[in-house]
């Protein structure tokens, strides 16, 4: 997993739009907030999605973008922004290469049974692609709120 100091892969994903442009493109000013989540339309993916969407002005005015990542289609994920009003980027991650890169997709274990998947995880970037704080097994009620407090701290200190 990529951890504070390393810079982000600069590989490419589709987003809602369809548009595939690289990462390190679609970053805000300042950085950009990047989160890993496992499915569209599940319950705390979609907590996660809608606290990120309420606090997205606040991220914006501190320089950073907020993006979302899975394994979703673009075509899912233009019905999960349709269906919840998400304004934000989230990238389709169709062949797993971002997930790969950024080391998120792990073995888990669920109801006994194990099998590969996403790991929450939020990954918070500077505008050249350096990762400065990483969240692992994220649980998503007040995991936005939390990530907004920390980046203004740090961005009130520097």
């Known amino acids: 997993m990529l951890q504070p100091g390393s810079t982000i892969p600069d ?7 369809n548009q ?30 809608n606290d990120f969407q309420a606090l997205g002005p606040a991220f914006a005015a501190l320089g950073h973008e907020v993006i979302g990542i899975s394994k979703d289609s673009v075509t899912s994920h233009v019905g999960f922004c349709a269906k919840y009003g ?3 980027t ?17 073995e888990k274990t669920q109801y006994g049974k194990t099998s590969m998947g996403i790991v929450r995880s939020t990954f ?16 998503t009620k ?13 961005l009130g200190a520097a």
């Open 90 to 106: 989230l990238l389709s991650d169709g062949d797993g290469a971002l997930c790969e890169a950024f080391g998120v997709w792990k």
């Open 142 to 154: 007040g995991h936005a709120e939390a990530v907004l407090a920390e980046l203004t701290r740090r």
């Open 20 to 49: 595939t442009k690289p990462l390190r493109a679609r970053l805000g000013s300042r950085g950009g907030i990047l989160y890993f989540y496992p499915r569209d339309n599940t319950p705390g993916c979609t907590l996660e999605a």
């Open 11 to 17: 590989l490419s994903a589709p987003d809602q739009h």
């Open 124 to 139: 918070v970037v500077d505008a050249a692609g350096v990762v400065h704080k990483v969240y692992t097994n994220v649980k």
């Open 86 to 88: 998400l304004a934000f």
